[in-house]
């Protein structure tokens, strides 16, 4: 049994630094004056102005060395200099579309006159100074189309460097809304979103999962605004003179750096529970209130589980449309799309997805983009366990099942299961981390789980997993130390149970292994029976109507994927799919819509597309248009132009190459 290598140098042994976290970067602008009137939106309560850790410790988190721990998408050196703490000190500019101030960076290091190298992309950078305002060299290096630029500065004897700098309008990370692409049409709007690699194009640091940091930030922006962060709001945001507010956010855990996030908006905020709540813009306020009422509901259950909720609040904040994600586990505060609100409550698992991050990604994270299953197979099997503690063992099996159809699914279009990417640990070798992003972490990953816990029974799994989150809390983890910890701590030297549960073909080798289980919904087998009917006779069941949102999911992926117009009218009619406000339901009919070339169903493909930006939607939609033909050809053609400006990076990274916009913009 290979020993996962923990060694770091003796200087990296979980030191802890005493530090103010409000203190530097933070100018009081306006010596304090009065909130003003906006400022009286209600909010939950502020921490202290001293915030967390304004006295309190700073623990440093370990980053793992060996070579299965080194992560190729950052150009960071952290055996020689490393960043323990960033404070960053922004203005939000939304003529100029940046955000410009500076970095302020607490750095450890062994070495007596180290070079700290830094991740960054197409930043304006000015200055490098020490704390004292004294100048460091630095060079900035050529950029890399995935990597970005290497900054490398000479600390010599400094061990706190301060960068200023301001971001491009086009980062990567950030998107910048005109009013009116807001509900509200009178105030832009910013959001960041920072996974996989992108937070480097607003923040220069060390831009590696593995190497997690303590972090804080004063922003200032327009007086009518409101700034949240993935942090802890640090005292009452102060009126300056120019027209500006400044707020202040602390996160006294050390955290990955893409799980820095910000938004800013016309936001709104309504309690959910005693450290629950929603924000969104004002007129959509009651509505996501209502959707999301379960959460406090699914904190406890989470909690009951897997240990205590280590983050203080668990607030919700529902995006504008363009959001690229279902949701984004930023700390404190999940970031959702507004396709969640359906409502009928028959989208909060993706709420119960992003809360179980709060465990697996956030509190126990990958070290590398290669090892990405130990963030969303745990989190997809963690959600579920949610799901099935809060509404049920036959929601839950559902989901599971959805969940085994779509990783079905996504290995035949791999290239079946030989290929390469069908494996949990992968290969990103010259790729971005973003290529790794299939069903596969997910559904691969929580499989592999479900059959670890039907072979070691529940009990002795949960108390397993409990242990684990205990064990590695806010620290990196790789494949290897995963199963090294569950070779130590659960299998033992049971010789039998570790032959039978396959455990380095499930992590290192394609597709998937024997012995895994498929949770079957009982219920269904009675949806595919009607599919099968419907398919044979052309009438749909009379109890349609009375389907759940995963019946209609399941129903209608399991129909032949030909099927004549008068078939489709029918069904359409049938269950109101033209109606349907369930994202998911919306999706199936779409795409078998589109292989059959239904022309009634366009001005609903138009509007999906056009309203919403989310790349689990609209990337097959698009790659569904263009397999058809000259039909979907022109209509991705006529399409895309259209709507491309109102998504994000994130999801225009992954469609150009689909629709070429050359070809977009000749028609
Ligand atoms: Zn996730």
Known sequence: MKRHSRVFPAWFIPVIVLAVLSGCGSKDKDGGAAPSAAASVSLPAAASPGGPGATATRTVAPVLSGPEAKDIHSYAEPDIARVSNVDLDLTAHFDSRTLQGTATLDVLSGVREPTLTLDTRDLNITAVTDDKGQALPWHLATPDPVMGSALRIQLGAARRVRITYSSSPGAQALQWLTPAQTAGGKQPYLFSQGEADLNRSWLPTQDSPGIRQTWAATIRAPEALTVVMSAARLGEPKKLKDGLREWRYG?????????????????????????????????????????????EKMVAAAESIYGPYRWGRYDVLVMPPSFPFGGMENPRLTFATPTIIAGDRSLVSLVAHELAHSWSGNLVTNATWADFWLNEGFTVYFENRIMERVYGADAAAMQADLGWDSLQQEIRELGGPRAPDTRLHLDLTGRNPDDGMTSIPYEKGATFLRTIEAAVGRERWDAWLRDYFDRHAF????????????????????????????????????????????????????????????????????????????????FLNRLPRKLGPAQLKTLAAAMDLDAQRNSEVRFAWLELAIANRYEPAVPNLEDFLMKMGRRKFVLPLFKDLVAQGEWGRALARRIYPAARPGYHSVTTSRVDPVVPLAAAKSQ
């Open 475 to 554: 620290q990196p983890q790789t494949s290897t130390g995963f199963l090294d910890d569950l070779r130590e701590h659960l299998i033992k030297d049971d010789a039998a149970l570790e032959k039978r549960l396959k455990l380095d073909t499930w992590v290192f080798e394609p597709g998937l292994p024997a012995n895994a289980v498929h949770v079957k919904s009982t219920a269904f087998a009675k949806i595919d029976a009607r599919a099968a009917a419907f398919a044979r006779s052309g009438i749909a069941a009379a109890d349609v109507q009375s389907w759940s949102s995963p019946e209609r999911v399941r």
């Open 251 to 295: 996160m006294e855990h050390p955290v990955a750096p893409y799980l820095i996030a910000i938004a800013i908006g016309d936001l709104a905020f309504q309690s959910l529970g005693e450290r629950t709540g929603v924000y969104t813009e004002p007129s959509g306020l009651k509505v996501a209130a209502d959707e999301l009422a379960d959460i």
